[in-house]
C-alpha cells in the first residue's frame, strides 16, 4: 500500500494486530530486510514497515533530508491512525527514529536503535560519503555494492553464507542511484541528536554488534549512558546486520522490549495486578 507524502509515494504495509511496532530499514536496504522477522512479530503486534525516501517502492522524497524521511513516517501514522507506537530503526533507520522522537514525542512509546547512534556525521565520514556519491555518479551501483554489502558483516558471517551474501550484493545493486545519492546527503547533513536521547521519556533499545564497520564501536558505547531508560545489548562476534547474523536473539530482544515498553506505559493499578 502506499499514501502519497509531498507529491511522493510512500509505500508502507502492515501486518497483524496489537500494540504498534514501527521497522525501519537502513541505508541502501528497503522494508524487505524484516520480511523473516514480521511473521512472528505479528503473532502479537500490528507491524509497520515502510520503505524511507527513494528505497523499495517509495518515490524520492522532494528534499532529502533525515527530517523529510521522519515526516514521512508520520504521514503513513496518521493515515493509519495510529496515535502511538514503538519505533525500532536499523542505522540510517534509527536516524530517522532520533528525528522522529525530536519532532513528535508524544507519539513514541519506545524507541530501538538498531546498530545506529544520535550522533553527527565525523569529517572522515564525511569524505567517505563524498567519495562514495562521486564513485556512484560516475559508475552507479552495482560495482559498489559488493565491498557495501560485505563490509555490512562479521567476516566469519560473510565467509560461511556466500550465497546469502551474493543475494543481497543483487538486491542492493537494484536501488536506484539517485535514492543513495540523496540518502548520502541526508545523512551528511543530519545535526547531533544526544539531547533527544537525553532527554527521552520512553525506554530506548540499544543493539550493538562489536564488529561493526558502518558504525565505530567508540559511537555506539558512547551513546549508551545518554538515555534515561534503556536496554542495552552488545554483541561480540556480529557486525552492523544482527536481524541477520543473530536472528533469534535480535528478535527475542525486540519481543521483550515490546513488552517493557508497555509494562512503562501501563496506569499504575494494571501493574500492580500483575503480581
Ligand atoms: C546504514 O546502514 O544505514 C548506514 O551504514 C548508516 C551510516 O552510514 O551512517
Given at each position: 500500500?502506499?499514501?502519497?507524502?509531498?507529491?511522493?509515494?510512500?509505500?508502507?504495509?502492515?501486518?497483524?494486530?496489537?500494540?504498534?511496532?514501527?521497522?525501519?530499514?537502513?541505508?541502501?536496504?528497503?522494508?524487505?530486510?524484516?520480511?523473516?522477522?514480521?511473521?512472528?512479530?505479528?503473532?502479537?503486534?500490528?507491524?509497520?514497515?515502510?520503505?524511507l525516501s527513494g528505497f523499495g517502492q517509495s518515490d524520492?522524497?522532494?528534499?532529502?533530508?533525515?527530517?523529510?524521511?521522519?515526516?514521512?513516517?508520520?504521514?503513513?501514522?496518521?493515515?493509519?491512525?495510529?496515535?502511538?507506537?514503538?519505533?525500532?530503526?536499523?542505522?540510517?533507520?534509527?536516524?530517522?527514529?532520533?528525528?522522529?522522537?525530536?519532532?513528535?514525542?508524544?507519539?513514541?512509546?519506545?524507541?530501538?536503535?538498531?546498530?545506529?547512534?544520535?550522533?553527527?556525521?565525523?569529517?572522515?565520514?564525511?569524505?567517505?560519503?563524498?567519495?562514495?556519491?562521486?564513485?556512484?555518479?560516475?559508475?552507479?551501483?552495482?560495482?559498489?555494492?559488493?565491498?557495501?554489502?560485505?563490509?555490512?558483516?562479521?567476516?566469519?558471517?560473510?565467509?560461511?553464507?556466500?550465497?546469502?551474501?551474493?543475494?543481497?550484493?543483487?538486491?542492493?545493486?537494484?536501488?536506484?542511484?539517485?535514492?543513495?545519492?540523496?540518502?548520502?546527503?541526508?545523512?551528511?547533513?543530519?545535526?547531533?541528536?544526544?539531547?533527544?536521547?537525553?532527554?527521552?521519556?520512553?525506554?530506548?533499545?540499544?543493539?550493538?554488534?562489536?564488529?561493526?564497520?558502518?558504525?565505530?564501536?567508540?559511537?555506539?558505547?558512547?551513546?549508551?549512558?545518554?538515555?534515561?531508560?534503556?536496554?542495552?545489548?552488545?554483541?561480540?562476534?556480529?557486525?552492523?546486520?544482527?536481524?541477520?547474523?543473530?536472528?533469534?536473539?535480535?528478535?527475542?530482544?525486540?519481543?521483550?522490549?515490546?513488552?517493557?515498553?508497555?509494562?512503562?506505559?501501563?496506569?499504575?493499578?494494571?501493574?500492580?495486578?500483575?503480581?
Amino acid at each position: 500500500m502506499y499514501i502519497v507524502f509531498n507529491t511522493s509515494k510512500v509505500a508502507f504495509e502492515q501486518v497483524g494486530q496489537g500494540p504498534h511496532l514501527v521497522l525501519l530499514h537502513g541505508f541502501c536496504e528497503d522494508s524487505t530486510m524484516w520480511a523473516d522477522f514480521v511473521p512472528l512479530l505479528s503473532k502479537k503486534y500490528s507491524i509497520l514497515t515502510i520503505d524511507l525516501s527513494g528505497f523499495g517502492q517509495s518515490d524520492l522524497l522532494p528534499v532529502s533530508s533525515i527530517a523529510a524521511m521522519a515526516d514521512a513516517v508520520n504521514a503513513v501514522l496518521e493515515h493509519l491512525s495510529i496515535r502511538q507506537c514503538i519505533l525500532v530503526g536499523h542505522s540510517m533507520g534509527g536516524y530517522v527514529g532520533l528525528s522522529f522522537a525530536e519532532r513528535y514525542r508524544q507519539k513514541l512509546l519506545g524507541l530501538g536503535l538498531f546498530h545506529s547512534h544520535p550522533y553527527a556525521d565525523s569529517p572522515e565520514k564525511i569524505v567517505n560519503r563524498q567519495k562514495t556519491i562521486r564513485f556512484i555518479e560516475r559508475h552507479g551501483i552495482a560495482p559498489f555494492a559488493g565491498q557495501f554489502v560485505r563490509n555490512l558483516f562479521a567476516p566469519a558471517f560473510v565467509k560461511e553464507h556466500p550465497v546469502f551474501i551474493d543475494e543481497l550484493i543483487h538486491k542492493t545493486s537494484m536501488h536506484h542511484s539517485d535514492a543513495v545519492i540523496a540518502a548520502s546527503h541526508a545523512m551528511i547533513n543530519r545535526e547531533d541528536k544526544s539531547t533527544v536521547l537525553t532527554t527521552m521519556d520512553c525506554p530506548v533499545l540499544f543493539i550493538v554488534g562489536k564488529q561493526d564497520n558502518a558504525i565505530s564501536l567508540e559511537n555506539s558505547l558512547k551513546q549508551l549512558s545518554l538515555a534515561p531508560t534503556g536496554s542495552v545489548h552488545i554483541f561480540e562476534d556480529i557486525g552492523h546486520m544482527g536481524m541477520f547474523e543473530a536472528p533469534t536473539y535480535t528478535l527475542e530482544i525486540i519481543v521483550d522490549f515490546m513488552d517493557f515498553c508497555h509494562e512503562c506505559n501501563a496506569p499504575i493499578s494494571l501493574l500492580s495486578s500483575q503480581h
